[in-house]
């Protein structure tokens, strides 16, 4: 923000000068002994020091609200103080001016805001005359924030670290040589930040959370299993106790050469504290799953309604050497009922292909009217070329 400094211009340049013409936001203060436009010789133009402090509030994801604190020799009576700015995308209408410290009783008699100019005018008056500390505060636009995660998985697969980043790109036109930035996660970061600069600033690591290994399967998704991590947002884990924003999250893993490999990356959603914080990752090679339906009926209600018998079959395949939690997810839409589910172990190939039923831990989640989800424990029988087929038998009710 700029003022006008022709006062200034026929003077020595100090380094103070120097910093006073360089800075985009600025304050001055038009001491008076008289009214509002009826200043004499005797009144100074003097330049507000620079900021003591200032906090930069990032908890809104649409607004961010600057405070600053300045301290300043006031007159005894009227002092009228002009905000000037130039370049700077603030709210002026938003804009606060408070009195923390002062020598006697002050207030704010009355704010101007002239037609067509980037600035506005406070009358203040001051019992005595001495330094005062005043809080500035105000709505600054083009501050862009996100949130960014990072997860390690430990080799054994049973725990790992996650990292959360702030990612702020100032595109207000102000810079902020010291500032205390405030987000949802983490402690404020204390730094500075010029206009047109983007940083990337940590706000918690959590080290050794437990999480639930899952393999995903939605055919209206993908044709491919995903990899879901499930961990739980809560103090028990390590996280901060509160609403984790959403971003997008990169997950790696410890391998034997004692480096990361990537494993893939997703966008989370907003996560409340005590909610499960869900990571969908890519391609799992290790478990495939494919879906056909093999039997499809009419059952006729009363013209035109009828009732549909559909059998989905899923073919799963399990290449680990261990059992793994696979989550199918079937979308029936409207009113539906599952007449059962039988599971088969497949064997052989081509002409000596076999079925026989088996025991399988299938667990049905009814979500809504629109989605089922079969929970399934699947052995590690790909190595040996058989195959788990989930059989689900379901009545799709009163269709046209």
């Not at 607004?63 to 009576?77: A, D, H, S, Y």
């Not at 059952?299 to 059992?323: C, G, S």
């Given at each position: 923000m700029k003022t006008n400094t022709s006062a200034f211009t026929k003077n020595k340049t100090t380094g103070?000068?120097?910093?006073?013409?360089?800075?985009?936001?600025?304050?001055?203060?038009?001491?008076?002994?008289g009214f509002w436009g009826t200043l004499d010789a005797r009144t100074k133009l003097v330049t507000m020091p620079q900021r003591e402090y200032t906090?930069?509030?990032?908890?809104?994801?649409?607004?961010?609200?600057?405070?600053?604190?300045?301290?300043?020799?006031?007159?005894?009576?009227?002092?009228?103080?002009?905000?000037?700015?130039?370049?700077?995308?603030?709210?002026?209408?938003?804009?606060?001016?408070?009195?923390?410290?002062t020598p006697g009783q002050t207030r704010v008699l009355n704010v101007n805001y002239p037609p067509g100019e980037n600035a506005l005018f406070w009358e203040?008056?001051?019992?005595?005359?001495?330094?005062?500390?005043?809080?500035?505060?105000?709505?600054?636009?083009?501050?862009?924030?996100?949130?960014?995660?990072?997860?390690?998985v430990a080799k054994n697969e049973k725990t790992l670290t996650l990292q959360a980043h702030t990612m702020v790109q100032n595109g207000s036109?102000?810079?902020?040589?010291?500032?205390?930035?405030?987000?949802?996660?983490?402690d404020p970061y204390e730094g500075s930040l010029q206009k047109g600069e983007s940083k990337k600033i940590l706000s918690f690591t959590t080290p050794d959370v437990h999480f639930r290994k899952n393999y995903f399967f939605d055919y209206s998704r993908s044709n491919e299993v995903s990899l879901l991590y499930t961990m739980l947002n809560e103090k028990s884990s390590g996280f901060p106790e509160v609403m984790l924003p959403n971003g997008k999250a990169r997950v790696y893993q410890e391998d034997s050469q004692g480096s990361e490999a990537f494993l893939g990356e997703d966008w989370t959603q907003e996560t409340g504290a005590?909610?499960?914080?869900?990571?969908?990752?890519?391609?799992?090679?290790?478990?495939?799953?494919?879906?056909?339906?093999?039997?499809y009926k009419e059952e006729i209600v009363r013209l035109p309604i009828k009732n549909f018998h559909q059998t989905v079959k899923y073919q799963i395949e399990n290449f680990k050497d261990a059992p793994v939690a696979l989550t199918l997810v079937e979308h029936p839409g409207g009113e539906w009922l599952i007449e059962g589910i039988e599971v088969k172990e497949e064997a052989g190939e081509r002409?000596?292909?076999?079925?026989?039923?088996?025991?399988?831990?299938v667990k049905e989640e009814r979500v809504d009217i629109n989605e089922l989800k079969l929970h399934v424990s699947v052995p590690a029988n790909g190595r040996e070329k058989k195959k788990m087929n989930v059989y689900v038998k379901l009545v799709l009710k009163n269709r046209w």
């Amino acid at each position: 923000m700029k003022t006008n400094t022709s006062a200034f211009t026929k003077n020595k340049t100090t380094g103070m000068q120097k910093n006073i013409m360089n800075k985009l936001f600025w304050i001055t203060l038009l001491f008076s002994v008289g009214f509002w436009g009826t200043l004499d010789a005797r009144t100074k133009l003097v330049t507000m020091p620079q900021r003591e402090y200032t906090r930069i509030d990032l908890k809104n994801p649409d607004q961010t609200i600057v405070e600053e604190e300045r301290t300043v020799n006031l007159q005894k009576g009227i002092n009228h103080i002009e905000y000037a700015f130039s370049g700077v995308s603030v709210d002026i209408n938003s804009v606060q001016f408070r009195a923390i410290k002062t020598p006697g009783q002050t207030r704010v008699l009355n704010v101007n805001y002239p037609p067509g100019e980037n600035a506005l005018f406070w009358e203040v008056y001051s019992e005595k005359a001495g330094p005062g500390v005043f809080r500035i505060s105000y709505l600054i636009q083009n501050i862009y924030r996100t949130t960014a995660y990072e997860a390690v998985v430990a080799k054994n697969e049973k725990t790992l670290t996650l990292q959360a980043h702030t990612m702020v790109q100032n595109g207000s036109g102000e810079n902020f040589e010291r500032a205390a930035f405030f987000s949802t996660l983490g402690d404020p970061y204390e730094g500075s930040l010029q206009k047109g600069e983007s940083k990337k600033i940590l706000s918690f690591t959590t080290p050794d959370v437990h999480f639930r290994k899952n393999y995903f399967f939605d055919y209206s998704r993908s044709n491919e299993v995903s990899l879901l991590y499930t961990m739980l947002n809560e103090k028990s884990s390590g996280f901060p106790e509160v609403m984790l924003p959403n971003g997008k999250a990169r997950v790696y893993q410890e391998d034997s050469q004692g480096s990361e490999a990537f494993l893939g990356e997703d966008w989370t959603q907003e996560t409340g504290a005590g909610q499960k914080l869900e990571l969908k990752l890519g391609q799992a090679k290790e478990v495939r799953v494919k879906r056909s339906v093999v039997q499809y009926k009419e059952e006729i209600v009363r013209l035109p309604i009828k009732n549909f018998h559909q059998t989905v079959k899923y073919q799963i395949e399990n290449f680990k050497d261990a059992p793994v939690a696979l989550t199918l997810v079937e979308h029936p839409g409207g009113e539906w009922l599952i007449e059962g589910i039988e599971v088969k172990e497949e064997a052989g190939e081509r002409e000596s292909m076999h079925e026989k039923s088996v025991s399988g831990n299938v667990k049905e989640e009814r979500v809504d009217i629109n989605e089922l989800k079969l929970h399934v424990s699947v052995p590690a029988n790909g190595r040996e070329k058989k195959k788990m087929n989930v059989y689900v038998k379901l009545v799709l009710k009163n269709r046209w």
